[in-house]
Every structure is written in structure tokens, then in C-alpha cells.
């Protein structure tokens, strides 16, 4: 199975204003704690997420509920600096990220199911963009599909290559 973008259902009030919501999913072939082990260390993102140039924490790893990390990042031709806060941790089933800061506020969700094949994990990018990045946000949409497409196919990658004999 490649990677899936999921559309979601009309907006629910917790969806209220946001105005980018893109859901992709993606089976990889191992299990879900080793999945989540690996996406959810923020020093692996450079090596999964295409656009991901660098890391630092701005609190003490591992990562926790309060934890803060940035990611400086090129997207669509311009270099992004953000911070995340980690507002929800479940090791092994969810980690929920939020940035306020920027012309785009963000929240990133991952989650981990077990699957037949292994695991399905899912990565849920919304937010409110503003300026010209809210004019510009079907197209803004697009391309985080195309990026999250690419990015958990490289993440499916790494952890299969990993497991192989």
C-alpha cells in the first residue's frame, strides 16, 4: 500500500477557522512501537522529512507533554524557522505538535494503529494561515500532500531497510 491522502469530512468545531487540513496515511512493515519510536524522536525528522534541514531542542530530550523543539525547514521556496510544543504523548499511539508562532499556526498530529502488515500510521498537518498564505492555501494544501506523501514514504523506507536481513 502507497501512501493515502484521507480528505476529511466537513469541519468539526474543534476544526472551526482552519482552513488547511491535510490527512495522510501510510502501512509500514513493522510494528507500531518501533514506528512510533523512531517518528516520534524529533532528531530522525531531517532524515524523513524532505524539507526538515535542522533540529534543536529548546528543552531537554526525550520527548514529553511541554517538550519544545525547532525545526528549521524549506517549503515551497522559503526557509521556515517554527517551534513545536508537544501537547499530547502517547508513546506508541499519538503525539500531537503546535506551533503559534509564524504566518502559518500548525498543529501536527501522528498516530500509530496495528495493522495486518505491520503498522498504519497516520499524519494529520492543519492549521489557519494568514496573509497571503491564507489566499494561497488550496495550493498550500496540495503541496503538504505531495511533501507528507514523499515524507512518510521515505520514513517507510528507513524502518523496513532497517528490519531487513
Known amino acids: 500500500m502507497g501512501v493515502r ?6 469541519p468539526r468545531s474543534d476544526t472551526e477557522g482552519v482552513t488547511v487540513d491535510v490527512i495522510s496515511e501510510i502501512v509500514i512493515h513493522a510494528e507500531p512501537d518501533r514506528v512510533a519510536a523512531y517518528a516520534a524522536d524529533p532528531d530522525n525528522a531531517p532524515r524523513w522529512y524532505a524539507n526538515i534541514e535542522s533540529v534543536r531542542w ?6 514529553a507533554v511541554g517538550s519544545r523543539v ?8 522559503r526557509r521556515l524557522a517554527y517551534t513545536y510544543e508537544f501537547v499530547e504523548f502517547v508513546p506508541g499511539e499519538r503525539l500531537v505538535m503546535r506551533t503559534a508562532q509564524g504566518p ?10 496495528a495493522h495486518d502488515a505491520g503498522t498504519l500510521m497516520t499524519l494529520r498537518n492543519r492549521g489557519t494561515p494568514s496573509g497571503f498564505a491564507r489566499v494561497a492555501s488550496p495550493a498550500l494544501a496540495a503541496a503538504m500532500r505531495r511533501a507528507n506523501a514523499k515524507d512518510l514514504a521515505a520514513l517507510r523506507h528507513i524502518i523496513e531497510a532497517a528490519s531487513a536481513p
Open 58 to 63: 529548546q528543552t531537554p530530550a526525550p520527548a
Open 5 to 10: 491522502s484521507v480528505h476529511p469530512a466537513a
Open 104 to 113: 502559518f499556526p500548525m498543529e501536527t498530529t501522528y498516530t500509530w494503529r
Open 70 to 77: 525547532e525545526f528549521v525547514a524549506h517549503f515551497l521556496g
